[in-house]
């Protein structure tokens, strides 16, 4: 019994050096990583860096923080911003942000409002310490800005992570619900007026493949190989839109494979890109005629967005150059 509460007492003991040795490490490893940016040119400022949570997690908490990039002036600020991590899984860690966060552009000023918004991401243990995953949440959000617009959601879903079966296979999904885009968009999208002030939903569930794992030892460019898009869908009020489909990209980031489209209502979503000025007048009518022959007087059509040699087509119907999935240096 004596030897068990002295194991007991030996372990505690290695285990508190152990977390005050990680509390240490956790501030000075943020406070280097953000001594380094303003190294960079990145003008950062904060109150106070601290480290809590024994005696299970390491809690990160910097209390009025304000970024300013280097080049573009863009600065980010907060009253307050937390990180937490597990003492026993430090690489995996959660960041939480306030209710209420600004955001100063060139001639604008935004106030983001936000309940529940927060991130994760991890990275495998492992010597190339390779990704795991990243999720970022919210629940009701709003976008205010000082120039008079604003944009709004009811919640927000982004997660992208390591799919698994293949060295660079990684998932990304999105779920967007209730979006109410600015007035502006709004009436230059339906300037009608036909359609609700509030997007139902954007879902976006897909695969992705580059040309190399993301881990340490990444090198040059991370470039796109190959999508696989299991669904993507807009629901805004009776406007439904799905689209499903494979694409393989080569290295000048030109796609080429099949996507197929799906849309209720279609000669409304035709009649808006047209008074939206997405498409001109003619390619409207052009499109409203072929898209008849292929509906076969449907209000759902369903064509293929085939890509090849460069080009789109839908269906029949010529749409020009296929755009680059890889920025053009």
Known sequence: MRFLTILVVVLAGLYGGYWFVGRYAMEHGVEGFLNGLVDDGWQISYSDLSAHGFPSRFDTTITDLSVTHPTNGITWSAPVFQTFALSYRPTQVIAVWPEQQVITLPGDRLVVTAEGLRASAGVDVGLSLPFDEATVESGPMTVVSDLGWQVSLEKLLFAFRDAGPGVADYDLFLNGERIV?????????????????????????????????????????????????????????????????????????????????????????????????????????????????????????????????????????????????????
């Open 181 to 329: 885009p600015p007035a502006e968009i709004k009436a230059l999208l339906d300037p009608q007026r036909t359609l609700p002030a509030e997007i139902d939903q954007v879902w976006l569930d897909s695969g992705l493949t580059f040309d190399q794992p993301l881990d340490r030892n990444m090198r040059g460019e991370i470039k796109l190989k190959a999508v696989n898009l299991r669904e993507l869908r807009l629901n805004w009020g009776t406007l439904g839109f799905t689209a499903k489909g494979q694409l393989t990209v080569d290295a000048a980031g030109i796609p080429t494979g099949e996507i197929s489209l799906s849309a209720q209502n279609w000669q409304q979503v035709i009649t808006l890109a047209v008074s939206a000025g997405v498409l001109n007048p003619t390619m409207g009518m052009m499109v409203q005629r072929g898209g008849a022959m292929l509906a076969g007087g449907s209000d759902t059509l369903t064509a293929p967005l085939t890509f090849k040699d460069g080009n789109m087509t839908l269906g029949p119907i010529p749409l020009g150059p296929a755009p680059r999935l890889i920025p053009q240096q």
